[in-house]
């Protein structure tokens, strides 16, 4: 880390310099982020305590729950305080620590998006041997291994930014320390990173993509053979949350990395809607359209109630 010694720190222009503006960002982004806390942990606490809830789909939804508080973490309190602060800046080593740790949070969650796709055939298409084949201990090896490359994509990524030099200019036109914002600052060619970047990202992202769309692919043909309409609609329904949140993520992620940076707005936009608010949508998403869900919360309250009762 000796030659990002050159320049100290970075300087995040956010999302508005305007007072009144940042003002209105700074609540709104608030209340967004203690809704994605309460949201999530809420869904942590329901998963853990109903018994009903222990089985492999909510094994990795517990797991989705706890990324998207971290990945909602790794940048929206930096973006609070800068909203507050006159100076917004961020060490180089801050910016570095925060680049690792929101990739290390979006590759090991687009992996576990794949592992949650597979539940979601073996559940529609082999129904019978569905507990046979979701046994806890693969569940627990796809989830290890989607936090094994979420770590090993991050490490490999934040390893190049050693060997680049930053003299100036400092200033990110983004809210967070995201590397496509980051290649641009450096006095030395980023070309080579860039490259590793765009590539890790394409394995990462569309491998998991392509088994995402493999199991629909199946769990869809599955669908339209089977002879009643209210197994098709039933079948519809428990995969269309998990359908929701891929789109939402995939879409906005691969649009962002994919592309060169540029420093528009639609830029931080975009990184906004992946990086803050579908880690708010996933638990609305997961409980407003699940019954089981629903079924456990109203269990816990009213447990809830005969004990303070």
């Not at 298409?125 to 046979?132: F, G, I």
């Given at each position: 880390?000796?030659?990002?010694?050159?320049?100290?720190?970075?300087?995040?222009?956010?999302?508005?310099?305007?007072?009144?503006?940042?003002?209105?960002?700074?609540?709104?982004?608030?209340?967004?982020?203690?809704?994605?806390?309460?949201?999530?942990?809420?869904?942590?606490?329901?998963?853990?305590?109903?018994?009903?809830?222990?089985?492999?789909?909510?094994?990795?939804?517990?797991?989705?729950?706890?990324?998207?508080?971290?990945?909602?973490?790794?940048?929206?309190?930096?973006?609070?305080?800068?909203?507050?602060?006159?100076?917004?800046?961020?060490?180089?080593?801050?910016?570095?620590?925060?680049?690792?740790?929101?990739?290390?949070?979006?590759?090991?969650?687009?992996?576990?998006?794949?592992?949650?796709?597979?539940?979601?055939?073996?559940?529609?298409?082999?129904?019978?041997?569905?507990?046979?084949?979701?046994?806890?201990?693969?569940?627990?090896?796809?989830?290890?291994?989607?936090?094994?490359?979420?770590?090993?994509?991050?490490?490999?990524?934040?390893?190049?930014?050693?060997?680049?030099?930053?003299?100036?200019?400092?200033?990110?036109?983004?809210?967070?320390?995201?590397?496509?914002?980051?290649?641009?600052?450096?006095?030395?060619?980023?070309?080579?990173?860039?490259?590793?970047?765009?590539?890790?990202?394409?394995?990462?992202?569309?491998?998991?993509?392509?088994?995402?769309?493999?199991?629909?692919?199946?769990?869809?043909?599955?669908?339209?053979?089977?002879?009643?309409?209210?197994?098709?609609?039933?079948?519809?329904?428990?995969?269309?949350?998990?359908?929701t949140v891929v789109l939402l993520f995939y879409g906005t992620a691969l649009f962002r990395y994919m592309k060169p940076p540029s420093g528009s707005v639609l830029e931080q936009v975009v990184s906004m809607q992946y990086s803050v608010i579908t880690s708010l949508l996933n638990?609305?998403?997961?409980?407003?359209?699940?019954?089981?869900?629903?079924?456990?919360?109203?269990?816990?309250?009213?447990?809830?109630?005969?004990?303070?009762?």
């Amino acid at each position: 880390m000796n030659n990002l010694s050159i320049t100290d720190e970075f300087v995040l222009l956010g999302l508005s310099s305007d007072p009144h503006i940042e003002a209105l960002l700074f609540m709104l982004l608030l209340v967004i982020y203690l809704l994605t806390l309460m949201g999530n942990l809420m869904l942590l606490l329901v998963i853990g305590a109903d018994s009903h809830l222990h089985t492999s789909m909510y094994f990795f939804l517990g797991h989705l729950s706890f990324l998207d508080i971290w990945h909602s973490s790794v940048t929206v309190p930096k973006m609070l305080q800068n909203f507050l602060s006159q100076k917004k800046t961020i060490s180089v080593w801050g910016c570095v620590t925060q680049s690792f740790f929101f990739i290390l949070s979006g590759g090991t969650e687009s992996c576990l998006l794949s592992a949650m796709a597979y539940d979601r055939y073996a559940a529609i298409c082999q129904p019978l041997l569905y507990t046979v084949v979701m046994s806890r201990p693969l569940c627990t090896a796809l989830v290890s291994a989607a936090w094994v490359m979420g770590f090993l994509n991050a490490l490999v990524n934040n390893l190049c930014i050693h060997n680049l030099e930053f003299c100036g200019p400092n200033v990110i036109p983004h809210f967070s320390c995201e590397l496509p914002s980051l290649f641009p600052l450096s006095c030395t060619d980023p070309t080579a990173k860039i490259i590793l970047l765009d590539a890790s990202t394409a394995f990462l992202g569309l491998v998991t993509l392509a088994l995402i769309l493999f199991s629909y692919s199946k769990i869809i043909s599955a669908i339209l053979s089977m002879h009643s309409s209210g197994g098709q609609g039933k079948a519809f329904s428990t995969c269309s949350s998990h359908l929701t949140v891929v789109l939402l993520f995939y879409g906005t992620a691969l649009f962002r990395y994919m592309k060169p940076p540029s420093g528009s707005v639609l830029e931080q936009v975009v990184s906004m809607q992946y990086s803050v608010i579908t880690s708010l949508l996933n638990p609305l998403i997961y409980s407003l359209k699940n019954q089981e869900v629903k079924a456990a919360l109203q269990r816990m309250l009213r447990q809830q109630i005969c004990v303070s009762g």
